[in-house]
């Protein structure tokens, strides 16, 4: 005996069901960052510079630099109102020292930290660095953090989700807007986490302080376009990053300016890094 055909459509739609463990839409997560306080987490940096420098638009110089960096990351304390203040240590060979850290941070050994306050969707709210670091050197960190925080949406969020981070600029030739576009590409497994993809694309303006050289007697005036594209696998059930991957585009343009000598100067930098949580320490 033939089956009907409605019958048939019916059987396969069970069978359909059974075989997608009779789930009904997508799956969703929330993106926070958590603060224990019991745990230590250890990372690997693996990143490297290729730089050329220009002077009244001749070379100067040009060259790449690896970068190799241990370092640990801590929730020092838990704010009232949520936020955690987090303790960072990193070390790296003398050579590569000076490439992430401000110079003026970084000890003879290539051992330096930097608390960061930050809020559980990823906002830098204050940098807390050590007592020789400049207070210009803090607020052009301050400035970048506040465009590159991802700002992470309050609502859960499935693959497909995407939303754009923009702040307001503020340049010696006017204001401009910051803006950073973030996507949830896939939820997978990660270093053995539950993570979401996050595909990220951005551009950054931070303006250089007037004392740029420690020469008292050199000023500056310009700014840095940074130009940036990466992936982060965060991991929703840990609250907290256990992959980055990012390539950026550093432009550095401005004038110096020494009595009435005055020097164009580009710095023009391709930036490179993978970042990888391969530790975490209980405490």
Not at 48 to 56: A, C, P, Q
Not at 96 to 116: H, K, L, M, Q, Y
Not at 267 to 280: G, P
Request: with cysteine; charged share 25%; glycine share 8%.
């Amino acid at each position: 005996m033939k089956l009907k055909p409605v019958i048939m459509i019916m059987i396969l739609a069970f069978e359909l069901l059974i075989l997608t463990g009779c789930e009904s839409g997508p799956k969703e997560v929330k993106l926070a960052y958590k603060f224990p306080t019991d745990k230590k987490f250890h990372y690997k940096y693996d990143g490297e510079i290729n730089s050329t420098i220009y002077e009244n638009g001749k070379l100067v110089d040009s060259g790449e630099k690896p970068q190799k960096i241990s370092y640990t990351m801590e929730t020092a304390a838990i704010t009232d109102d949520g936020n955690g203040r987090l303790h960072y240590v990193y070390s790296t060979e003398p050579s590569g020292a000076n490439e992430i850290a401000p110079a003026s941070a970084v000890s003879d050994s290539g051992v330096w930290s930097t608390d960061f306050v930050m809020d559980p969707r990823g906002r830098i709210i204050d940098i807390i660095a050590g007592d020789e670091t400049s207070a210009e050197t803090i607020d052009y960190y301050k400035k970048l953090f506040e465009q590159t925080s991802p700002m992470y949406p309050e609502e859960p969020v499935s693959v497909g989700y995407n939303w754009n981070h923009t702040v307001k600029a503020v340049l010696n030739t006017g204001t401009t807007d910051a803006s950073t576009t973030y996507k949830i590409k896939a939820l997978v497994r990660e270093a053995g986490y539950d993570c979401a993809v996050i595909e990220y694309k951005g551009t950054m303006f931070i303006p250089l302080a007037d004392n740029l050289s420690k020469d008292p007697d050199i000023t500056a005036s310009g700014h840095d376009r940074i130009d940036v594209e990466g992936v982060v696998y965060f991991a929703y059930t840990l609250g907290t990053i256990v992959r980055e991957e990012e390539t950026s585009h550093v432009v550095r343009e401005g004038i110096l300016t020494r009595g009435k000598q005055e020097i164009n100067f580009k710095i023009d930098e391709i930036r490179n890094f993978t970042s990888r949580l391969v530790e975490i320490e209980n405490l």
